[in-house]
């Protein structure tokens, strides 16, 4: 709800403090909001270790001062290689590695995937799987002493649609 003064001027402050807590709490299951900063997080990740274009921290940031859009509609979220090496230190238990995949659905809904997993998305709706089996993996699979699989995965492809 919109808090306005009694002159009609809208309070930034609040409506931001608004949006953010609300974002906060539709992200409540990855614990964000108890985030104190430590940097842990950060210090931990290998892919900050080589480059400055991802940091944990600065897309925690960002989602408390309620900048979710920029998050999701730039790269950093997709620099996540999912390792869990922050979210198995950070003192707080916050699930970032999870709060992370959570932003990277966010962003495929609202239409922001990167080309790539755009392209890896199209390739399930048509196959049912990344990459195709054919009766050459389902020989390798039985030598190894594994189950056939489908070559076919129309209830994939049904489900997607």
């Not at 998050?71 to 979210?87: A, D, F, I, K, P």
């Not at 009766?135 to 070559?151: C, I, Q, S, W």
Request: net charge positive.
């Amino acid at each position: 709800m919109m808090n306005t003064g009694s002159a009609g001027k809208i309070n930034l402050e609040s409506i931001e403090r608004e949006r953010v807590q609300e974002l906060l709490e539709r992200l409540g299951p990855h614990k964000v909001a108890s985030c104190f900063m430590c940097r842990t997080c950060s210090a931990s990740c290998p892919v900050t270790m080589v480059g400055s274009r991802f940091n944990p921290l600065k897309i925690i940031r960002m989602v408390h001062y309620g900048l979710l859009e920029e998050v999701l509609s730039g790269e950093s979220v997709w620099l996540c290689t999912s390792c869990y090496s922050c979210q198995e230190r950070c003192p707080q238990g916050i699930h970032i590695t999870d709060f992370m995949t959570a932003l990277k659905n966010m962003a495929v809904k609202q239409g922001h995937a990167p080309a790539g997993i755009r392209a890896q998305m199209d390739i399930v709706k048509q196959a049912g799987r990344i990459y195709p089996l054919d009766d050459f993996d389902n020989k390798k699979r039985a030598k190894a002493g594994l189950p056939e699989l489908p070559t076919s995965c129309d209830v994939i492809k049904e489900l997607l649609g």
